[in-house]
């Protein structure tokens, strides 16, 4: 029995010929994407060839945005411990608010690797312009919250007044800067579930090269230019953000890649809507709260101090660059190829796929984490020198090693079951029962009942990755989410 017949139920929910979408009749392939890697069939052939010819590209964009991250916080380290908390800070309100984006892109995933796996093109085509449509809405609320609620948010986590001065000013520009980034987090999801890594690589290589070239004349005012502190560091990605989300929106638009978007006789379909927003909430619900328990975490460090709050955030953006190459790179590959194997019906297919990417993360986390165990103390010192800051941020870096073994699955698995099966309940409450029930929890108790102090809140992280990773992988070995339709 061939893997079609073993699982005929796998489908895509509503599925429609081209004359009955709404703009689909104008509709076009990317015919400048002909014979390249994005027309690879991943339904076939090598599944670790396929997997590294998606994983490969994605793993390259995300280690330039975290390359780029880190440098941006290398020219912060040096305005201060100070400058270093308020970018920590306002980095995570932006992102609390910033994540319900995630739910967005995962709908927008789900269904178009479906119908790119199933050769439904048109439909594809229909997705990609209704998650224009949230995009839009969403970048304007967005840019609203960072306007008007920026300070009374800064004032809410207790901190001192210097960090919120310092602050301020960030997280308003960033808020705005958001709203460009959904337009460009977007038009790459959409890319790369129809199989197109290099193109959104390519994208993030041009505006991260800008980023590191003006990010510090801003910052110190050089050449004459306003000293502008944190907050040049917000203007600089609010530029680059806005020249990435133009590039996207060509490339799909003109034909660039494996789709070619057309407005032609678009309507806004509320169905297709709904569908997308209904597969996105619960991912929303887990962006979110993950991003509300990283707030969270930050407001009980914060009351050991500054040094603790800059520690934490170096701490936070070494481990992007862990998370950059597993749930960046082959986490972002194997969603697309559990989406388009399940979009074949070739369920068992997308289920390998997911384990193969599961080695191979287990593998590099491995190694990072034997460099950071042996060299945490010179990885902090990139940042900043401060005796007090290597030292707590050291301690960090090493507790978070702990919890490599377990992020693996964890973060990989669920993102072959949300963006790649549109299967997001499980993961959702998943990071619920993890957070409040042992995360949060053991965060507030650590550092009271044991002697462990600040650094009981990077071993209650830990503890609840370790619980996350268990139940995700016990799900996924279930295999109901083969059958989920989109």
Avoid: C
């Avoid at 203007?235 to 806005?242: F, G, S």
């Avoid at 074949?344 to 287990?362: D, I, M, N, Q, T």
Wanted: charged content about 15%; overall charge positive.
């Amino acid at each position: 029995m061939g893997e079609e017949e073993k699982n005929p139920t796998v489908e895509i929910e509503g599925a429609r010929a081209p004359d009955e979408i709404g703009g689909a009749a104008g509709w076009e392939r990317g015919g400048r994407g002909r014979g390249r890697v994005s027309d690879r069939d991943l339904t076939q052939g090598s599944i670790t060839k396929n997997l590294w010819l998606l994983a490969g590209p994605a793993i390259a964009e995300n280690v330039m945005n975290t390359v780029d991250t880190s440098i941006d916080m290398i020219w912060v380290g040096r305005l201060g411990a100070g400058s270093i908390a308020a970018v920590g800070v306002g980095g995570n309100l932006v992102q609390l608010i910033s994540t319900a984006r995630m739910g967005l892109t995962t709908g927008t995933r789900a269904m178009v690797s479906r119908f790119v796996g199933a050769d439904d093109l048109p439909s594809a085509n229909h997705a990609t312009l209704q998650a224009f449509v949230l995009s839009a809405a969403f970048a304007f609320f967005m840019a609203t919250i960072g306007i008007f609620f920026a300070k009374p948010m800064l004032q809410l986590l207790g901190l001192k007044p210097d960090v919120i001065a310092q602050g301020l000013g960030y997280v308003q520009i960033a808020f705005v800067g958001s709203a460009f980034m959904s337009f460009r987090m977007n038009t790459n999801a959409v890319l790369q579930a129809s199989g197109d890594m290099m193109t959104p690589m390519k994208i993030t290589a041009l505006i991260r090269i800008i980023h590191v070239v003006i990010d510090p004349f801003l910052i110190f005012g050089w050449l004459g230019l306003p000293r502008m502190g944190v907050t040049g560091a917000a203007v600089a990605n609010l530029i680059t953000q806005a020249i990435g989300s133009v590039i996207g929106l060509y490339v799909l638009f003109t034909g660039y890649s494996r789709l070619k978007v057309t407005f032609k006789n678009f309507r806004v379909d509320f169905a297709i809507l709904w569908r997308m927003i209904k597969i996105g909430i619960p991912a929303t619900i887990s962006s979110v709260e993950r991003s509300f328990t990283a707030t969270v975490l930050l407001r009980i460090i914060a009351t050991f101090g500054t040094y603790a709050i800059a520690a934490h955030t170096l701490g936070a953006r070494v481990e992007m660059f862990a998370m950059s190459l597993g749930w960046g790179g082959l986490a972002t590959a194997v969603a697309t190829m559990v989406g388009q194997n399940l979009g074949a019906r070739k369920p068992e297919r997308a289920e390998r796929s997911a384990w193969v990417a599961l080695g191979f993360y287990w593998l590099i986390m491995a190694i990072l984490g034997t460099i950071f165990l042996l060299q945490a103390e010179n990885v902090i010192r990139i940042f900043n020198s401060d005796p007090e800051l290597v030292k707590i941020g050291s301690t960090f870096l090493r507790i978070a090693v702990a919890g490599y073994l377990f992020m693996a699955p964890a973060m990989l698995l669920s993102q072959a079951l949300g963006p790649g099966a549109g299967d997001t309940v499980p993961p959702m409450l998943v990071s619920i029962v993890g957070t409040w029930g042992i995360e949060l929890p053991l965060a507030v108790f650590l550092p009271r009942i044991t002697s462990l102090g600040v650094y009981g809140v990077r071993w209650a992280s830990v503890i609840a990755m370790a619980v996350r990773a268990v139940a995700i992988t016990g799900w996924f070995r279930q295999g109901r989410w083969k059958l989920r339709k989109v």
